[in-house]
């Protein structure tokens, strides 16, 4: 499985971005997958996270009611929608795929693939 993130970018505070996670190879439409963020100096931490059926959905706390994760029909790209940006939300996203149980999806070690970050910065 291959995983490619894109749509990060240099924002103002309460703009939107939309990342995508594009990935390939077999059997990756039953992986489920989380985007995580890593700002400099600090551990990477968990956004967000779809099920495979993209019916169970889990967000932080901190981006509740402004991020949302889908997965298209093909479940080939799954994206993150981001809205009400804040400086806070500055840092490398990444996505990552695997099969982490529903206790450990907060856990990056759970996951087995990981695309490159993409970065998103915004401005005050």
């Known amino acids: 499985v291959q995983l490619q993130a894109s749509g990060g970018g240099l924002v103002q505070a309460g703009s939107s971005l939309r990342l995508s996670c594009a990935a390939s190879g077999v059997g990756f439409s039953t992986y489920t997958i989380a985007w995580f963020r890593q700002a400099p100096g600090k551990e990477r931490e968990f956004v967000a996270h779809?099920?495979?059926?993209?019916?169970?959905?889990y967000y932080a706390d901190s981006v509740k009611g402004r991020f949302t994760i889908s997965r298209d029909s093909a479940k080939t790209t799954v994206f993150l929608q981001m809205n009400s940006l804040e400086p806070e939300d500055s840092a490398v996203y990444y996505c990552?795929?695997?099969?982490?149980?529903?206790?450990?999806?907060?856990?990056?070690?759970?996951?087995?693939?990981w695309g490159q970050g993409t970065l998103v910065t915004v401005s005050s």
């Open positions: 990552g795929a695997g099969r982490p149980i529903t206790s450990s999806i907060w856990n990056p070690t759970s996951y087995y693939y």
């Open positions: 779809t099920s495979w059926t993209g019916n169970r959905l």
